[in-house]
């Protein structure tokens, strides 16, 4: 993966600039709950509509400021970090493929060839965008979003930690039942580039044997596996976002339940808006998990495609 991330190197400027807006705009989403918490408690509650809109036309500014540095600058900037970096490694494959000898050409195999210089290239690309974005939100939106829903509450906030190390355990369990399927499918795009590739060489010498059924037995055999792999790892990748989801109501649920019997008791000073805003930070949480855990489960997956790269870049 070194290898592959030194193409990185001449983006580095653009690189942190996408990865410093982006920040600045999750940084302003964490602000936007506080200030809603504000408009409950000291707005609504006190019928104080001056309060109300000023408060108002804040969060407006704040989702603005927001907005902006995430599309048209961190985005931006992102993509074209991305698309670059793709262009370069392709290019670079595309030399070296030139180069080979006819033995090293041969052992690799040209279906082989074209997949690292397609399939390949666009899985390694994720690391890339990644690095651009997700690096400084996953945990911006963790550590941003335990820590203010702290001040608001602890007891209230340590619900929101409960279901942290649940979701992580099924992440792991996912990630170790996908990243097999994944690893068989990318395998089987390389068998279906090297019998297409032998069908169209070969188109004539099939149509005058008549074994035109069997050519579309083997390509079917091969697509089946391929797709049924691909189906299963996606199938198995559904089930985080329904089960975090899950989590995600069932922690609400428990907060304003605990929120409104500790109210009613009088057992500390929480109030309607900080149940609110606590709410909306185990959202962020939970959408930091949950792009986390597409992290740790796309990265092995990743890994292997770029030594599939280096076994090309690589070769004397």
Known sequence: MKQILRYLKPYLGKLLAATVLIALSTLCDLLLPTWMSAILNGGIAARDFPAIAARCLQMLAIAAVSLSQHFSAGRRLSTEVVACFCADLRADVFRKVNTLSFEEFGSLGTAALVTRATHDVDTVSWVASMLSGTVATIPMLFLGGVVLAMRKDVVLSLVLLAFVPLLTLIVVLLGKRVLPLWGKSDDYIDVQNALLRERLRGIRVIRAFNTEKREHGRIADATHIM????????????????????FLNISALLIIYLGGWRMVHGVSGVSAGDIFAIIQYVTMVMNGVIMASFAIIMYPRAQVAAGRIHQVLGAE
């Open 227 to 246: 797709a049924e792999n691909i189906i299963r790892a996606n199938v198995s990748m559904g089930l985080l976002t329904p089960l975090a989801t899950l």
